[in-house]
């Protein structure tokens, strides 16, 4: 099985920066890609940024040049950078992993609340 756990979130001002981790366990070792996504109320579930296993990143547009997404392998856990942050960012943001043995199937941490207000 795989365990998501998600931290780092919070009550940040406009302009400001948080650190989002998520760390995995269970059986990993053959992970295909991470990535984070997000979803605000009332609205659908979207991608905010992925990695592959190879390191390729791809970022939603709306977040470019503000968020970083890296990975720490011998830690199993994927980080998100945000800087520059906005009210429109202010959503529940969880982490997803896919695994090469059941690409299609999507495991998901239990999110974590990041609220952008002044």
């Known amino acids: 099985q795989v365990q998501l756990v998600e931290s780092g979130g919070g009550l940040v001002q406009p302009g400001g920066s948080l650190r989002l981790s998520c760390a995995a366990s269970?059986?990993?070792?053959?992970?295909?890609?991470m990535a984070w996504y997000r979803q605000a109320p009332g609205k659908q579930r979207d991608v905010v940024a992925t990695i592959s296993s190879g390191g390729r990143k791809m970022y939603a547009d709306s977040v470019k040049g503000r968020f970083t997404i890296s990975r720490d392998n011998a830690k199993n856990t994927v980080y998100l950078q945000m800087d520059s942050l906005r009210p429109e960012d202010t959503a529940v943001y969880f982490c997803?992993?896919?695994?090469?043995?059941?690409?299609?199937?999507?495991?998901w941490g239990q999110g974590t609340q990041v609220t952008v207000s002044s």
């Open positions: 997803k992993l896919n695994r090469v043995r059941d690409l299609n199937r999507d495991y």
């Open positions: 269970g059986s990993i070792f053959d992970i295909r890609a």
